[in-house]
Structure formats: C-alpha cells, structure tokens
C-alpha cells in the first residue's frame, strides 16, 4: 500500500470543527494543495490565518516533532518560519481521528512560484538557506536518519526503483542519462560528503517572497520571507539543500547555470560549501528534477484524476532535458567561479607547468630578438575611432602598422581578457534582443605580424584537431594541440587565422616536437576575414567544443572562462613587456573616487557605469556594453562625432592659445553664432561652462542697469558659482542650500501640468507673468538688474513654459528697468526644433543669451551673447580675460558642432524624433497609468510619472526604478523635477527612428514589471 493510500479524507466542515474544538479557532477553512496530507487555509474571526495540517496517516508523532524542532532551530537563526498555534491542551501537535493535527501560522507573502525571478531573489533564497544549514548544523535526532523516497542523496535508488513507470521513452532515456551521471560523480563521492539534517524540500511553492509595496519598487519581489513545510525533513547531504532549490530556479531562467550559481553564491557566502560539495552539485539537481519526474510519473498513474500530482511533471522533464544538453564541466566551473573558487581545478597546476618549463619560440627566434610591440584593443583603445569599427581588414591593418611606427615587420602583441568592441556585429550577438550582452571578452593572445609567417610548437604534444573554420570572422584554418605537464595533466593549446595550406601541414594525432612547425599565419579573406595575425589560446578543458571553443565570451561568463583559458603569455614565454593588464573591479574604480575626488559629487545607478567610449547615439563601458544614451544633450552632434573630433585634433596641433592675439576662428565662431540669433543680440564672450556663461551674464546685466537685484524662477538651475547658487533654488532651496539672500527674487515655476495655473493657454502664461512682476516690483524701481530664466526648465522637471510667459515676464521686468537673460545651456542650438533657441518659441528677444553644454560636443565652449549697448557698458575699463574662454582649439571645436548641425539638419531631425517619442510616450500613458504626463519641445522631452492622475501624488520612487531597470537594459535616462520623478530625456540630436522606437520599448517593458503593478 502507497503511502497516497493514508491521505486524510478531512473535509473543510471537519477542518473548521478541529480547528475550534481542539485550537480553539474559530474560523473559515479553505483547501490548500498537498501530495500526501490535507491541509486547509484557515481564516479566523479575528482576522488571523492560519495553516491546519492533518498529516498522513503513516506520519508518526516523533518525526513531527522533529520537523517542528528543526523550524524552531531555524527560526532562532532568523529563517522566517511558521510558528506552531498549540492546541487547548497545550500540544502542539494533537491526535484526531488518527491522524496528527497541527496548526500553523499562514505567512504572508507571493509564492516563489509566483514571484518574477531575478538574481538578488536567488541569491537570497541561497542565503536563507545558507542561514538554516548553520542553525541546523549538530542537530542530529535519530528519526531524520530514513529512507525518504525525496532524498537526493537516494535519488539512484529511488529513480532505479520507478523507472518503468515512465512510459514516454525519451523521457526514460533523461532518466538513465541521469543515473549514469549519478554514478560516476556522486555515488563515488557519497560516505565522504558532509551530511546534516536538511529542509529538503525548498521547492517554489514552499518559498515565500516579500511582494514589498508599490512605493519601493527596488525592493519588491527579492527577499525571502518564508520558508514552508518541513515535512522533507532528513538526515542527508549538507549540499542537498541547495541542490534542491536550485532545480526549481532553472526553469525559470534562460541561463540556468547562472541562475544556479547565484543561488549557490548566496549559499556559500552563508554557509560555506567543500570542493567536494560543489563537484556533486549539478548532478544533484539533475537528481532532484529525474526524482520529480519519476515521482510525477508514478503518481499519476496511480491517481490519474488528481492534478496537484501532475502540477511539477511537465517542468521538471523540460529542465530536465534542457540541464542534460549543457557541457556538465562548464556548469561545475561555473558554480566553482560563484562559490570563489578556481573555475578550473586544475588551473593552478597547468599554470605552475607552464612557468617553470621553458618555451619553444613560436616565431622561430627568440622574443628578444624581435620586434614586439603591446597592442591595445580594448574599448577605450584609440587606436581606432568609431567609424573604423566595422572597417575591414584592410584598414585594421593599416592602424595596426600605423600603431607600431609604420614598421611592417613589427609583431603586435595583445589580447588577454581584453573586453573589445570588434565583435559587436550580429555575427556575435547572442539573440535578436538588443539589450542582450555580447561577447567581447577575448580569451587568448593575439600576434599581428605579416601573413606567411611560420608557427613553430611552443611545447610539445599531439594534433588533437586540423579544421577550417569557414564562416565568416570565424578562426578560418585553426589547428589545436593537445599537451600535457610533467604529472600527466592534460592541456590544449589553440591557433587560429591560419593560410590554407596549415590545414593539410598536420593530422590529428600526429606528434609535434616543441620548436616544430605547426602552420602559418593566414591573410584575408582565409583566414576569417581578418587582418593577418595567430589569435593563441589555453584552453583546460574543451568541453567537447573542441575548434569551436569559444575565443571571445560574454562578460558574464567570461570569469569562467578565462579559468579555463589561462594566459597565454605563460605557454608562449612571452616577455612582461607586452603582458596583459588586469582589468580593474568597478569597485575598485569607485572606492578610488570616493577617495579622490570629492564626496558630493553623485555617481549615477546603484551599479555605477565605467564609461569608457562614445559613438554617435551610444555611450559604452569597459567591457563593450552599449548604452542608448538619453540623457547627454551635451554630445549634441553624437558622441566622438568625427567631423568634431577632427577639428579639434587639427586645431591643437598647430595652435592653442588665449585671445589676446588676433586668430580668424574664433571670429568665424562670433559670426556664426551671433547670425543664429535675432538683432540685436550680436556681440559674443567666450567662457568654458553654463555657469561661467551666466555668472558673466549677471555682471553684464548689473553693469549696464547700475542695479543688483535679481528675478529667478522657482526650482530653476543656473550653475554652481556662489553667485549662481544665489540664483538658483533648486540649489539654494535644496539639501545644505541657505535660502536666498535679499537681492533674489524667486518667482512660481510657470508648471503647466501641477502647478497653481495650468495648461498651456496664454491666459496661463500671463498668470504667472504676474507673479515675475511681482518680484520685479518687490527689487523695487531702480534696483532691478534684470530676470534669469531657463527657456525650458530643466531642473524644474523639462517643464515647457505656457504660452506668452517669456514675453510677458520681459515685459514687467523691463517696466522695472531690468533685463531678461535667456538661460539657453540646455536647450539651444536646434534641440527644440527649427526654432534653433528655446526662447524663439515663445517669440522673446531677450536681451543677454547665455549658451554651454551642446556647444562644443563635449568640449567645454560657453558664450554669453548680448546687444552692443550692454556690451559697451560693461566694458568699464576693467579687462575682461578669459584664459581659455575663446581660445582656438574652442573657436574650431565650435564651428565644427555648427557644421555638423547644418549637414546633418539635426535641428529638423530633433522636432522628427522628438514627435515621434512624445507620440509614444502619450500612447503609453494609456495603457499606463504611471505616466501622468509627456512633454516637450523637440528633443529635449520629459516624462512625469504619478500615483494618481487625480492628486498628481509625485511616484519618485518609481520613476528611481525604472531608471535603474533600463540602464539594465541598456537605455540610459534620468530623472529630475521637485519630486524626482519626471523621466528627463535629451539625447543627442542624432537619435533616429530605431532609438526612439528602443526607448519607448524598453520604457514599457520596464512599466509592465510586476515590481510596478498595484
Ligand atoms: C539651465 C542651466 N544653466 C546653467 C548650467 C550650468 O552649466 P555648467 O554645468 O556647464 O556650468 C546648467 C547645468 O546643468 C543648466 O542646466
């Protein structure tokens, strides 16, 4: 007889009787799902829940004590567990119709099963069981030690026993495949791996996780708050209790191993884990799905109706079959990387052979006998610009030379765990997905030298493979030696880019002296397509791949696989001149700056960015990850736009100097700057910052009125001089700001979605017109030097001003005797469309315009422009000297941004995209009603997200997450407003369609995670 034979028949009648006359509970009872008991979610008159158990029958009181022992443990360690409700008599676990009764807290909480995976939830479910391993560890009783037919450690005999219940022979032939596995690896393993009593049964339906609440999105969905059923409580292995996890996390991932190893990082990071351990552990969640399946499948058969039985069968076959096609070398090496260990065990062996024996040369002569020569082809390299990056073979060659003086003999060196940018063409992509990582972390060393140059054994082995790799930016001709060290272990060493006739020089298994030649250094396009070089690696172990071993890897991976692709340098003897640098943990980077660079200055993302290169739309990292970059209206042309890039190298190669000599382009510069703006605005001084552009600005308009007093508007930001912050109450106003001093007039921020008036109409516009009035009246007549004010406010939350506003603001200044400066830094030169400056779109002549950011592409170019009388006034006979304000490489720096503008018609491209964003973005505030608000002009946009449309209750904490989310996804976009949560997007002007449509997509994506939902 089974043991689903003894299930309790209880109904929910007899549940919510045993409930009141034995617990004393009065309450509603509900079935819940369980294989061999009865349990029934019991909701009590008191508001309470509870959990009433009636266990099988075949269940005996010492081993629900244990079980309840053993979640006592656990909840003193802090693993969030169910307390017992003890019965009227004082027991905890009461006999009834004979069958033992418990009740139990019901937590509350999201299934697992239920919960959007992610690696921070992994690796806490690792940690809590990791936790509950340590509060567990002595814990011995008697009753733990049985036979238990879950229990991974008996998984060969539990499996053998039901095989022949799988009826389906594919799925059979996963099973053998498993116990063969079992076998070899665990089964040798088992009298000495370390045992303990575990859980045994952290299945996603026995995990809970803190569903969190809207207003903090970040913590949503990644903490574990409950760990149910004890029922699998057994004396077995110590690496079980992970192991068992773990095959439920598979199926949930698209890298399951990755997702395994988080949960074993969190684990061991708790509770630390043996290499023995961490061998068995793959093969123990194969055990573990192969022992669902088995179950799945005899269970069903006995009670074909019941569809709890079969609820983990369709699952568990399918990871199953999906883990049995992954190389179960790499899965360990991985699981060794997460758990801090060498990928490869015996790396530090092959290592140790490798230095303490000596090289043949793989060119023929000694490394000191040749020219060699670091090459550098990491992403910040600047060997190439961006437009090289898919040039062909030709060109790559002819930087390389360029590189090495022009030498053509010149051997260039270099490569190792180089993160480059040269295989982000689709051949290296992983999947159709742009945000996907791709590979560019190179695993060997590559020697650029003239194609035809004979290879010579650095060491002796055997050919293990000859092949032609054919396709395209593959290795072309590539031949794979197999050695071996002094104590037998084996190693391989890999030679790709190699002529046509290497392919027929060598078989396999022919033996190769060291110092013997092995082939030759190919040309294109036979050699993959490549300019001539031997890409050289290591490699442990081939996992079967064998020519097709990966030579470049996903960063994700590539820790892993640079343990089993040592450096090169050690097999070839190469000399420390042209050895591989280590890269550097961002956190290193970081700590460095905190150290450094002062405190406040903020570091954006949790996980902060290294920046490393800029091409046109994009901003990439170190390790070659494209950023859409949404947010850089400084790189107004593109990032590292040649044309830009050009002028200035060109300029600061002949001349940098200040302007006290006469030069022509910075008087082209003044005359094509001035003729983009309206009479009179016609005299131009040139600085390097907004800030320095709108502090001269104030001294203008205080020199040509006699007066002091300033108007600024509310949340407004002008820059970071004491002067400026004087005027700018998003910083006087803020954190550690003082207020401001007596002289500054802050008027309402003309808001047009939360403000006091809104909308667009001009009545609005006037409305808060009459409050800049008010300010210039409070400076009173003759004391009012003039208005500041954004054209659009940026800081203010990308708020477009509403019509008539600029134009009536002027006016009631003017009429006080004051000026009107146009803080254009942010929006000018074309970002908001054909108008070219902001304020031309509300139809303002102002009368000083203060210009920055997008002027130089980068470079630090700023100019205040005014009208020849303010100039004249200013010009008091104190000199106005600006260093580098001015200076050439500025002046051809900025005439090149202008060139760029005009060719490109950037300005009309901006009012395109930037309809075409805004368009979306209303789209998605139908269906999304976080999106409270789209705005802008051109491409200078904003989004503001809200709790509620009808209080406008701001959601910063959303909008702080999907930031954070689609940097992970590889868009780049900040927030900004009084309440930090207005999506602020102003990229550079060369967006086209394919970006805009990628912003808008990803924003949905990131709207519809189940962290947002209500
Ligand atoms: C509107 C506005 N004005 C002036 C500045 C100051 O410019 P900078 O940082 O170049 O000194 C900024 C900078 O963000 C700005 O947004």
């Given at each position: 007889?089974?043991l689903?034979?003894?299930?309790p028949?209880t109904?929910?009648a007899?549940a919510?009787?045993?409930?009141?006359?034995?617990f004393g509970v009065?309450?509603t009872a509900?079935g819940l799902?369980?294989?061999?008991?009865?349990?029934f979610?019991?909701?009590a008159?008191?508001?309470?829940?509870?959990v009433l158990?009636?266990s099988n029958?075949?269940?005996t009181?010492a081993?629900?004590?244990?079980?309840?022992?053993?979640?006592?443990?656990s909840?003193?360690?802090?693993v969030?567990?169910?307390?017992?409700?003890p019965?009227?008599?004082?027991?905890?676990?009461?006999e009834v119709?004979?069958h033992?009764?418990?009740?139990?807290?019901?937590?509350?909480g999201?299934?697992?099963?239920d919960?959007?995976?992610s690696p921070a939830?992994?690796r806490?479910?690792?940690?809590?069981?990791?936790?509950l391993?340590?509060?567990?560890?002595g814990?011995d009783?008697?009753e733990?030690?049985r036979?238990?037919?879950?229990d991974?450690?008996?998984?060969?005999?539990?499996?053998r026993e039901l095989r022949?219940?799988?009826?389906d022979?594919a799925?059979?032939?996963l099973?053998d495949?498993?116990?063969e596995?079992?076998?070899a690896?665990?089964?040798?393993r088992?009298?000495?791996l370390?045992?303990?009593?575990?859980?045994?049964d952290a299945?996603d339906h026995?995990?809970?996780v803190?569903?969190g609440?809207?207003?903090a999105?970040?913590?949503r969905?990644?903490r574990?708050c409950?760990?149910l059923?004890?029922g699998?409580?057994?004396?077995?292995?110590?690496?079980a209790?992970?192991?068992?996890?773990?095959?439920?996390v598979?199926a949930r991932?698209?890298d399951?191993v990755?997702?395994?190893?988080?949960?074993?990082?969190?684990f061991h990071a708790?509770?630390?884990?043996?290499?023995?351990?961490?061998?068995?552990?793959?093969t123990l969640?194969l055990?573990?799905?192969?022992l669902s399946?088995?179950?799945?499948?005899a269970?069903?058969a006995q009670r074909?109706d019941?569809p709890?039985?079969?609820?983990?069968e369709?699952?568990a076959w399918?990871a199953?079959e999906?883990?049995?096609?992954?190389?179960p070398?790499?899965a360990l090496y991985r699981?060794?990387?997460?758990c801090?260990?060498e990928?490869?065990?015996?790396?530090?062996?092959v290592?140790?052979?490798?230095?303490?024996?000596p090289?043949?040369?793989?060119?023929?002569?000694p490394w000191?006998?040749l020219p060699i020569?670091?090459?550098?082809?990491?992403?910040?390299?600047?060997?190439?610009?961006a437009?090289?990056?898919?040039?062909?073979?030709?060109?790559f060659?002819?930087?390389?030379r360029r590189?090495v003086?022009?030498?053509?003999?010149?051997?260039?060196?270099g490569?190792y765990g180089?993160?480059?940018?040269?295989?982000?063409t689709?051949?290296y992509a992983?999947?159709?997905?742009?945000a996907?990582e791709r590979?560019?972390?190179?695993?060997?060393?590559?020697?650029?030298t003239?194609?035809g140059?004979?290879?010579?054994a650095?060491?002796a082995?055997?050919v293990h493979r000859?092949?032609d790799?054919?396709?395209?930016?593959?290795y072309?001709?590539?031949v794979?030696l197999?050695?071996?060290t002094d104590d037998?272990?084996?190693?391989?060493?890999?030679?790709?880019?190699?002529s046509?006739?290497?392919?027929?020089h060598?078989?396999?298994?022919d033996?190769?002296?060291?110092g013997?030649?092995i082939?030759w250094?190919?040309?294109p396009?036979?050699?993959?397509?490549?300019a001539?070089?031997?890409?050289?690696q290591?490699?442990l172990d081939l996992?079967g791949l064998?020519?097709?071993?990966?030579?470049?890897?996903l960063p994700?991976?590539?820790s892993?696989?640079?343990g089993?692709?040592?450096?090169?340098?050690l097999?070839l003897?190469?000399?420390?001149?042209?050895?591989?640098?280590p890269?550097r943990?961002?956190a290193e980077?970081?700590?460095?700056?905190?150290?450094?660079l002062?405190?406040?200055l903020?570091v954006?993302?949790?996980d902060?960015l290294r920046?490393?290169?800029?091409?046109g739309?994009y901003?990439v990292?170190?390790l070659?990850?494209y950023y859409?970059?949404?947010v850089?209206?400084?790189?107004?042309?593109?990032?590292a736009?040649p044309?830009v890039?050009a002028?200035g190298q060109r300029q600061?190669?002949?001349?940098?100097?200040n302007?006290r000599?006469?030069?022509e382009?910075?008087?082209r510069y003044?005359?094509?700057l001035t003729?983009?703006?309206p009479d009179?605005?016609?005299?131009?001084?040139?600085?390097?910052?907004?800030?320095?552009?709108?502090d001269?600005a104030l001294?203008l308009?205080?020199?040509?009125t006699g007066a002091?007093?300033?108007?600024?508007?509310d949340?407004g930001y002008h820059?970071?001089t004491?002067?400026?912050?004087d005027?700018?109450?998003?910083?006087?106003?803020?954190p550690?700001g003082?207020?401001?001093?007596?002289?500054v007039?802050?008027?309402?921020m003309p808001?047009?979605?939360?403000g006091?008036?809104?909308?667009?109409?001009p009545s609005?516009?006037r409305?808060?017109?009459d409050?800049?009035?008010r300010?210039?009246a409070?400076?009173?007549?003759?004391?009012?030097a003039?208005?500041?004010v954004e054209s659009?406010i940026?800081?203010?939350?990308?708020v477009v001003?509403p019509?008539?506003?600029?134009?009536?603001?002027?006016?009631?200044?003017?009429a006080r005797?004051g000026?009107?400066i146009a803080?254009?830094v942010?929006?000018?030169f074309g970002r908001?469309g054909?108008?070219?400056w902001?304020?031309?779109?509300?139809g303002l002549?102002?009368?000083v315009?203060?210009?920055g950011?997008p002027a130089g592409d980068?470079?630090?170019l700023?100019?205040?422009?005014?009208?020849?009388?303010?100039?004249?006034?200013?010009?008091n006979?104190m000199?106005?000297f600006?260093?580098?304000?001015?200076?050439?490489?500025s002046?051809?720096?900025?005439?090149?941004?202008?060139?760029?503008i005009?060719q490109?018609?950037?300005a009309?491209?901006?009012?395109?995209?930037?309809?075409r964003?805004l368009?979306g973005a209303i789209?998605l505030?139908?269906e999304h009603?976080?999106v409270?608000?789209?705005r802008?002009l051109?491409l200078y946009?904003?989004i503001?997200?809200?709790r509620?449309?009808?209080?406008?209750e701001?959601?910063?904490e959303?909008a702080?997450?999907v930031?954070?989310r689609?940097?992970h996804?590889?868009?780049?976009?900040?927030t900004?407003g009084p309440f930090?949560?207005?999506l602020?997007?102003?990229?550079?002007?060369?967006?086209?369609?394919p970006?805009a449509?990628?912003?808008?997509a990803?924003?949905d994506r990131v709207?519809?995670?189940?962290?947002?939902?209500r």
């Amino acid at each position: 007889m089974s043991l689903l034979d003894h299930t309790p028949t209880t109904g929910t009648a007899d549940a919510e009787r045993i409930a009141l006359d034995v617990f004393g509970v009065r309450a509603t009872a509900s079935g819940l799902p369980s294989e061999r008991d009865r349990n029934f979610r019991l909701d009590a008159e008191d508001g309470s829940t509870w959990v009433l158990k009636v266990s099988n029958s075949l269940e005996t009181r010492a081993v629900l004590e244990v079980q309840a022992e053993a979640a006592a443990l656990s909840a003193a360690a802090g693993v969030p567990v169910q307390r017992l409700h003890p019965a009227l008599t004082g027991a905890t676990v009461v006999e009834v119709g004979g069958h033992l009764v418990r009740l139990l807290e019901h937590l509350p909480g999201v299934l697992a099963a239920d919960a959007p995976p992610s690696p921070a939830l992994r690796r806490d479910l690792g940690r809590v069981l990791g936790c509950l391993a340590s509060a567990l560890t002595g814990y011995d009783p008697p009753e733990a030690h049985r036979d238990f037919h879950w229990d991974v450690a008996r998984a060969d005999v539990v499996v053998r026993e039901l095989r022949d219940v799988v009826t389906d022979p594919a799925r059979r032939s996963l099973v053998d495949a498993v116990l063969e596995r079992f076998d070899a690896v665990v089964a040798p393993r088992l009298p000495s791996l370390r045992r303990a009593v575990i859980h045994g049964d952290a299945n996603d339906h026995n995990v809970l996780v803190d569903p969190g609440s809207r207003s903090a999105p970040a913590e949503r969905f990644v903490r574990v708050c409950g760990l149910l059923d004890f029922g699998d409580v057994v004396h077995s292995l110590v690496v079980a209790e992970p192991a068992v996890a773990a095959a439920y996390v598979v199926a949930r991932s698209d890298d399951p191993v990755g997702a395994v190893a988080d949960l074993v990082a969190g684990f061991h990071a708790e509770h630390p884990l043996g290499e023995d351990e961490i061998d068995v552990l793959w093969t123990l969640v194969l055990a573990r799905l192969s022992l669902s399946g088995v179950h799945a499948a005899a269970q069903s058969a006995q009670r074909p109706d019941d569809p709890y039985l079969t609820v983990s069968e369709g699952p568990a076959w399918r990871a199953l079959e999906a883990l049995l096609a992954i190389d179960p070398g790499f899965a360990l090496y991985r699981l060794r990387d997460a758990c801090g260990l060498e990928p490869h065990p015996r790396a530090g062996a092959v290592r140790h052979h490798l230095a303490s024996t000596p090289a043949a040369p793989l060119l023929g002569p000694p490394w000191d006998e040749l020219p060699i020569f670091p090459l550098d082809l990491s992403v910040g390299s600047d060997l190439f610009a961006a437009q090289d990056l898919g040039a062909g073979p030709e060109r790559f060659d002819a930087l390389i030379r360029r590189d090495v003086g022009g030498d053509p003999d010149a051997i260039a060196v270099g490569g190792y765990g180089e993160a480059r940018l040269l295989y982000s063409t689709p051949e290296y992509a992983t999947a159709q997905d742009p945000a996907a990582e791709r590979r560019t972390v190179h695993l060997g060393t590559d020697l650029w030298t003239r194609a035809g140059t004979p290879l010579h054994a650095p060491r002796a082995g055997r050919v293990h493979r000859v092949e032609d790799n054919a396709a395209p930016l593959d290795y072309g001709p590539v031949v794979v030696l197999e050695h071996r060290t002094d104590d037998g272990v084996p190693y391989f060493s890999l030679y790709g880019h190699l002529s046509l006739e290497s392919l027929t020089h060598l078989k396999p298994g022919d033996e190769v002296a060291a110092g013997e030649v092995i082939g030759w250094i190919g040309s294109p396009p036979r050699n993959g397509g490549w300019a001539p070089h031997v890409h050289c690696q290591v490699i442990l172990d081939l996992l079967g791949l064998d020519v097709d071993f990966p030579g470049v890897a996903l960063p994700s991976r590539a820790s892993a696989f640079l343990g089993l692709s040592p450096d090169p340098a050690l097999l070839l003897g190469l000399p420390p001149s042209v050895a591989a640098a280590p890269r550097r943990a961002v956190a290193e980077t970081l700590a460095d700056r905190h150290r450094l660079l002062g405190r406040n200055l903020s570091v954006s993302y949790d996980d902060p960015l290294r920046i490393t290169r800029g091409v046109g739309a994009y901003l990439v990292d170190d390790l070659g990850r494209y950023y859409l970059d949404s947010v850089n209206n400084v790189a107004h042309v593109g990032h590292a736009h040649p044309h830009v890039v050009a002028a200035g190298q060109r300029q600061l190669a002949v001349l940098a100097t200040n302007t006290r000599y006469l030069h022509e382009e910075v008087l082209r510069y003044a005359e094509r700057l001035t003729a983009t703006l309206p009479d009179p605005l016609s005299v131009c001084f040139f600085v390097n910052s907004g800030s320095e552009a709108n502090d001269l600005a104030l001294r203008l308009v205080r020199a040509a009125t006699g007066a002091w007093d300033v108007v600024c508007v509310d949340h407004g930001y002008h820059g970071h001089t004491q002067a400026l912050i004087d005027v700018s109450p998003y910083k006087h106003a803020g954190p550690g700001g003082r207020g401001a001093p007596p002289w500054v007039h802050v008027a309402t921020m003309p808001d047009p979605y939360r403000g006091e008036h809104r909308g667009y109409d001009p009545s609005v516009g006037r409305a808060y017109a009459d409050d800049v009035a008010r300010c210039a009246a409070a400076a009173g007549d003759g004391r009012l030097a003039g208005w500041i004010v954004e054209s659009m406010i940026g800081c203010g939350g990308q708020v477009v001003l509403p019509d008539g506003y600029l134009v009536a603001g002027a006016e009631a200044v003017r009429a006080r005797g004051g000026l009107v400066i146009a803080d254009e830094v942010q929006v000018g030169f074309g970002r908001v469309g054909p108008a070219f400056w902001g304020f031309a779109t509300q139809g303002l002549v102002p009368d000083v315009v203060t210009v920055g950011k997008p002027a130089g592409d980068g470079h630090p170019l700023a100019a205040v422009v005014t009208t020849p009388e303010i100039a004249a006034a200013f010009a008091n006979g104190m000199e106005y000297f600006n260093t580098f304000g001015g200076n050439a490489v500025s002046a051809a720096i900025g005439n090149a941004v202008l060139d760029v503008i005009e060719q490109e018609d950037l300005a009309a491209n901006a009012e395109r995209i930037g309809r075409r964003i805004l368009a979306g973005a209303i789209e998605l505030s139908v269906e999304h009603e976080l999106v409270g608000d789209a705005r802008g002009l051109g491409l200078y946009l904003g989004i503001e997200l809200v709790r509620d449309r009808a209080t406008l209750e701001p959601a910063a904490e959303e909008a702080a997450y999907v930031i954070e989310r689609m940097r992970h996804l590889g868009v780049l976009v900040s927030t900004d407003g009084p309440f930090h949560n207005v999506l602020k997007i102003k990229p550079p002007l060369v967006w086209t369609e394919p970006e805009a449509d990628r912003l808008l997509a990803t924003l949905d994506r990131v709207l519809r995670e189940p962290a947002l939902a209500r």
